[in-house]
């Protein structure tokens, strides 16, 4: 809204209150310098401000919207909080396209639905989609030019917002991040701006009488198809869980082992997050292979892990290995936990083991 006004009135006051807001959006989600970008575009190209004048305003965007982002950097250098990033070429490969395509085709579509329910609405946006791309074939000029002026400007906007933060995410992922993948999580950023866009298009086809039929099918196929997908999200997180909040890790008996060390005891495990979350207990995690997010091997491994080894002679150390999911090809098994450490099971349950470390691990044979 600030950046509309901005382009519409050329107003400074906008330009430094979407400066502000686009900057504390940094602050919480990885999302703003693609917004920041989008928003640097549109005030570069949209509007009928002289270009001098544009890119006086885009300057002073893009300096007040960097620096919360720039004292958070500061902030975390100073603490040494450093994440595990570094440059390297990993271009997505297929499977990522196909993520990304999935991720989309379960916004309407229910995720763990019956076979039914899915090839129901599948069928029902179908032919929605059919009777309207028809009918826009039929009516295509009074179709485009329902919206206004100032309509066309607020949706390049958005467009841009889209585009812009897939780019950034097509840059992380080649550079920075070749472990994630475009779920619900990273494909999240794209449902506001397109839902706008969405709802927009469609209540223009609604004025139009040669389309206000097919138009009215189409939104409504869309509403019931998401409305189904999110109540059956809703209903399978409830009785699953989400994430390290899963009943398989809240009535882990492992995990309830771990509540009981004490604070003496030095805890490593290869789900650090899943302890954490369950027990409040911050443990480091047991040294990598490689790094997931460059695909680069970890040369320090064996170094780290004889580091580790020989803390044990002077504090009590214990390994949990959770065995829930496939192992990630980064971490290492038990197998080279307990060659390395010469660690004995304490407990060994259905979710995995918890093992001591012994105090002569260091002078043990590898």
């Known amino acids: ?23 504390a ?5 990885y999302v703003a310098p693609a917004l920041i970008g989008a928003i640097a575009l549109s005030l570069l ?3 009928t401000a002289p270009l001098a004048r544009k890119m006086l305003r885009t300057g002073l965007f893009v300096v007040i919207a960097a620096i919360p982002i720039a004292l958070l950097f500061a902030f975390n250098a100073s603490r040494g909080g450093a994440a595990d990033r570094q440059f390297a070429f990993h271009p997505p490969s297929v499977d990522t396209l196909v993520s990304a395509l999935r991720t ?3 916004w309407f579509i ?23 791309a028809v009918s826009l074939s039929r009516s295509w000029r009074q179709a485009v030019s329902m919206a206004t002026a100032h309509a066309r400007q607020v949706r390049r906007m958005l467009a841009l917002v889209v585009v812009c933060y897939m780019a950034f995410l097509y840059a992380a992922l080649t550079l920075l991040d070749a472990q994630s993948i475009p779920d619900h999580r990273l494909m999240l950023p794209v449902v506001p701006p397109l839902a706008i866009l969405v709802v927009a298009t469609i209540a223009d086809w609604l004025r139009a009488p040669s389309l206000r039929r097919p138009a009215m099918a189409m939104a409504a196929a869309l509403s019931v198809s998401a409305i189904a997908s999110i109540t059956t999200w809703a209903v399978v997180t409830r009785r699953d869980g989400l994430g390290y909040n899963a009943p398989w890790w809240r009535t882990s008996t ?4 771990v509540r009981q060390l004490g604070p003496e005891t030095i805890v490593y495990s290869n789900h650090p997050g899943a302890i954490l979350f369950q027990t409040g207990r911050e443990v480091p995690g047991v040294p990598r292979l490689a790094n997931p997010n460059s695909l680069q091997p970890n040369a320090e491994w064996a170094a780290q892990m004889s580091a580790i080894c020989e803390r044990a002679s002077q504090h009590r150390i214990a390994y949990v290995h959770f065995t829930h999911g496939s192992r990630e090809w980064f971490m290492p098994s ?33």
């Open 1 to 23: 809204l600030a950046t509309a006004r901005a382009i519409e009135r050329d107003s400074t006051r906008a330009v430094v209150a979407g400066a502000a807001l686009a900057g």
């Open 104 to 106: 989309a085709y379960f």
């Open 110 to 132: 229910p995720l763990r639905a019956p076979t039914w329910l899915e090839a129901l609405l599948f069928i029902l946006l179908g032919l929605a989609f059919t009777v309207l």
């Open 45 to 47: 190209l949209l509007g």
């Open 334 to 366: 038990l197998y080279d936990v307990r060659r390395r450490w010469h660690s004995r099971p304490g407990l060994v349950t259905p979710q995995g083991v918890l093992d001591t470390v012994p105090a002569n691990c260091a002078s043990s044979a590898n």
């Open 254 to 257: 492992l995990m309830a082992a």
């Open 25 to 29: 959006a940094g602050l919480v989600r």
